[in-house]
């Protein structure tokens, strides 16, 4: 893989691990703002009937004599109050978890500057690693050359042992032949200086 498609790869893979830091907090947020509008809606829809109910039972009232019983029984009235309480108790915790989403903010900030900075360390010692590798191969070209030329000139040196050696033998050949010759040479001279 070249470098550029190397480095692309590295980018994207930092970018989507941002996003993903992300989507917890997204989808939280999100939930909580969920159930925030549900409990806003719970409650406006039980103050409603409750004021519908409040209407009923004043106008009941005035229209109808005292002995009559009440347009809305007690246990429905009770009913609607704690639904009311669940209510504004859920809301109160949607509140609370509200008041921690900064936090979370901070964190996530955080939690990113951190990764960016791990991603450019990690970015930069991926450099120095392939700077290194390169580093290693030129010393190993240059190692490999050298033990070549080393080689090469071993051969040079014995195949100049060699020729040094075949050189000696052939001159202590031609010295055994012309000292031969030379004595040949003396001893017809020795008998022809005999006569």
């Known amino acids: 893989m070249d470098d550029g498609l190397r480095q692309y790869m590295l980018n994207l893979e ?11 907090i997204i989808n939280q947020y999100s939930r909580l703002a969920d159930r925030t509008i549900a409990a806003e809606t719970k409650q406006q829809s039980i103050e409603a ?7 009923s039972d004043v106008q009941s009232k005035g229209r109808v004599s005292k002995t009559s019983s009440p347009a809305l029984p007690s ?33 996530k900030r955080a939690q990113t500057k951190s990764i960016t900075s791990k991603d450019r360390e990690i970015t930069n010692l991926k450099i120095k690693l392939r700077d290194r590798e390169e580093e290693i ?24 042992d060699e020729r040094a050696k075949k050189f000696q033998e052939e001159n202590e050949e031609l010295v055994g032949r012309w000292m031969k010759k030379k004595a040949e040479e003396a001893e017809k001279m020795n008998e022809q200086s005999r006569w």
């Open 14 to 24: 930092a970018t989507q691990r941002r996003d993903h830091a992300d989507r917890d």
């Open 49 to 55: 009937e409750l004021g519908e109910l409040r209407l």
């Open 75 to 107: 246990d429905e009235i009770t009913r609607l109050r704690n639904q009311l309480a669940e209510a504004q108790k859920a809301r109160a915790q949607l509140e609370a978890q509200t008041v921690s989403i900064p936090t979370l903010e901070a964190e």
């Open 137 to 160: 191969k030129v010393k190993q070209k240059m190692s490999e050359q050298a033990q070549d030329e080393l080689i090469s000139l071993t051969l040079q040196a014995n195949m100049a």
